[in-house]
């Protein structure tokens, strides 16, 4: 990326929104379009084999990547929200009845709130918020007496969009496991800045974006548990995922191809997988040092400016996003002057009004790192703000 | 130095964002109506009071990015004393203005609003405040005669 | 495409599974991936402006090309699979009751099947199939005996995709229209043959994908009517397509956002829309004719050698797919030999086992053509058959 | 010349596939279990009559390709007059036989079968019968001591 800016190199502070793509996985999903492409499953032709083998050994890929027993755990959707729309639509209708509680932290993006209140509402169970503390961080106490005989399900992102918080999904999961219930994590922010491994979290559900971790738009997956999968009935439904139809009766083909109707993403499935490879292919250490540091580095830079806030935990419970406000001037001024200057941030809700409401903001201004960002790009944005109050002020 | 944030975020913008004019509720408002921007969260609510025919008061409420508190407060103070129908033509007037080049001198101190022109993102804030005017023209069953 | 297979070069003829790809669209969304990559919608930043107006800028382009009335009645989604899944719970659910009736063609593939069926399961609705003749034309009259007050919608492919006949959309409609029904039609297939007006054809809804008509894997999307998206509920839901969420309540966006909840697949979008402006830049009249004389070649070709039948109407009701069976031998052994040769094509049942088992075969062999393809491409596949008879027999 | 259509469709296979043996329904079979192939929509089922600890009639119907035909034609030869666990032993034996490369002399005619190898697209086409096999033989509900 050299895009240039209002005349300025561009300092990109938006990968929270979505990360820009390194050449191995264009040139993967490029590869793949010129030389092998094919639809998969149910050719007997040699191309369609070659397509076949590679979204296969993507979706091996990304098993390993997540440490996942088996490939067939992984479903793969067009993105996270669909991940967890599936997941309500399927698991949750069949599983959901009157009184049943799903308890989803306050601090959960509209993804991982809405799709349950449309189960709700139709199941007639009930969504109650867990809370968090006034830096951002969940109330796992509160999660404690909160879980009880009625709770069927706990929805916890593993890294908060708007805040960086990273979420203790280990214990969250040990917890509503003793209490019988499932856990869905929204992996979304998590699988750009942590290894992570769905057995060791002890998770049922894990639900992921391609395009935040360097991968592919248009392209993300479902983790769940085998004996999960083997007992939901189909989300969408159509050709690929059938065992035989007829206009009385169909019958539907086993996991995973039961979730995964139509043709896929196939370009796309390759491109994630690479962008997995690309990550593994790096220290992750030496990253999260870069990016640990860089998150100190704006925290201090930024926070210490008058009239400016920083909002969630301290950067050692955090991932590289700073979400901050400034006395008297809105979030989207900040943006739009940050943006003349040739940085990138988000600005607004993030999607997480309740999130808001609890912290009674409007809304935030957010940077948020990724693995290319440097120092002189944090730089860049704590210039910008000084612009910021001075031409606001 | 030809410098667009300052056109766009002019002295008399910061002025009305800072002290924004006529914020208030209005229990006896005649005509009520609210906007609000999805994309930001943004929400207002304009109200008129008009009585034998005329606007006399208008007043809002709403949390706002200084383009759209500026708004807000500049079209209260524009409406007060029009009829409904010159503040709907005032409304066509602005409406014109965002979207095209004409810069109606009878928009007053909302021309300052125009230089949202060049930065198409931050249209809807300088717009909402208007299109909340107008659905609360059109709000006109309480009005009283 | 160069791609060699087995030693010798490709006659790829499995365009109906999926087609290549033009350099225009590759380019197109590498160019996007590799510049102008950000979110879509929410982003005060210039990049986020670029790539929200790049996508509604392809919104528009399919718009015209499909000659919709506005471009939010055009809805992105990853495939034609989803756009008719869409249809089934959105509109199906919320329209259907007991007793009312879903009329599908027997041609139709299973992705414009099974999601009625699940609907149709959940409230009450039943479906009925619409007969066709031996020729594997529509049987126009049996379908207006069928219409009546208890008809809520006909599903038909615009083309079918295991016999490549054409169907009368226009007149289904007209028929359907007049017995109150709504008319969703299938049209993946037809979009790389023929040129397509949603109001000259008067349909209800027009399901699309992109990659089989030139453009990438992973997108597709859904025409409806305004009206009709006014009124429909959403579908998946998630950021995006929000008003404002508080736990105990959610307020949805207007059309089309409210059908398009997370990061959509933006270059994608994109790509399909460059698919769409390659087709309007060539001389639609002289590729019609270059298809229909290799469909006439492939019919002749294949048709007249000992012991095969070619199923489906005559070539001048058919778009670019010969579709046969062979005396003894099962399209899968066909399938294999001819692979061997170097000729791609598909054995199976093509997702549609109701046509398969009212045509009275297991399977049949199909060649599917594209603009790219050459008579010697036809004669490598005439040959290849000699050579099917001399393996087999 | 090395042709690998030769070695998948050798005179063997094509000659069960003209000529399958014991293709019929069996009413009065002790175990039996079908199995399809959701790619091609192609499906077999095997019957097994298992008097006194040996199986003394086998046979199949079903509609399948040339490798799936000779497959099960073949299949219900051998397994004739095996207990069941021979015949348990001898889909081992087969099944190794596809996944790897061995080639055990026990497996008699269907080592024909182990063309597939170098056609990873129609494994589970010689697989089929087999598989269903296997279920039948665990199907044990039925069977006559
Ligand atoms: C007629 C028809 N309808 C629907 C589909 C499903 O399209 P997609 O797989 O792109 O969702 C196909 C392609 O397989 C088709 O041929
Ligand atoms: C925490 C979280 N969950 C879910 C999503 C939705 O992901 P996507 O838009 O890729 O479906 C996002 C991104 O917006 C997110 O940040």
New binding site residues.
Partial sequence: MATRVHGRPLAYLDN???THRPRAVLDAMDGFSRTSNANVHRGVHRLSQVATDAFEAARETVRISIGASEAAEVVFT???????NLVAQSWGTANLREGDEVLLSTM?????IVPWQVVAKATGARIRPIPIHDDGTLDLSALDTMLGPKTRLVGI??????LGTINPVEEVARLARSAGAKVLV????ALAHLPVDVRALGVDFY?M????MYGP?GV?GLYARRELLEEMPPYQTGGGMIRTVTFEETTYAGVPDRFEPGTPNVAGVIGWAAAFEFLAGLDRKAVQHHEDDLLALASELIGSQPGVHVLGPIPSSRAAVVSFVMDGIHPHDIGTVLDQEGVAIRAGH???MPLMARLGVSGTARASLALYNTGEEVHALAKGLARVREVMT | MNDPLRDLYQEVILDHNRRPRNRREMPEATHSASGDNPLCGDCVTVYLLVENGKIVDASFVGLGCAISTASASILTEAVRGMTPAEAKAHFDRFHRGVMGREEDPRLGEAIALLGVREFPMRVKCATLAWHALEAALADSQKEKS
């Fill in positions: 929270a929104a979505t067009k993105g996270c929200t669909e991940a967890i959960e993006h509209h993804a991982n992102a593993h890294v908060s969009n708007s929204d992996g979304a922010q639900a974006s391609g395009h935040k738009m993300g993030h999607c997480c």
